[in-house]
């Protein structure tokens, strides 16, 4: 007979669990402390970043608060600064006068400030494919069609 009946086959399994068992929870062992130190590594370096990041952030704060009020004052000041001109424009002309002509200038400076900003942006990296080189054909795979 070629075929082994089933309790054999049972019996040899169970011979070979012996040597392969103590092994299988030798490696499971040393794959789990494996996986515990890369994780315990990883962690270790989150917090290191995130420690990092938030120190830098203390320190930055009070520049950033500073620069913000800056903006916000500065913007009042541009706003008041463009009120002054239609008032002072409005005794001249008609008040609906004095606003347009000052709105218009006012974009008119947005314009050229953005066209001019636009001017000197950096131009981009064009990529161009390099040509084969003559007399090299192109490699061709045995088996395509």
Known sequence: MSEFPGPERTRSGRFFDRFTDPIAEMARDKIGQVE??????????????????????VEVRPSALAFAAAALLTVLGV?????????????????????????????????????WGRHNLPQPVRVTPLAPEPGVDEHVHPWAD
């Open 36 to 57: 515990d130190k890369v994780r315990a590594s990883v962690q270790a370096e989150i917090d290191t970043v995130s420690r990092a990041v938030r120190a830098k952030a």
């Open 79 to 115: 706003a008041l600064l463009l009120g002054g001109a239609v008032v002072g424009l409005a005794h001249v002309v008609w008040w609906w006068l004095s606003f347009l002509l000052v709105g218009a200038a006012v974009i008119l400076l947005a314009a050229g400030l953005a066209a």
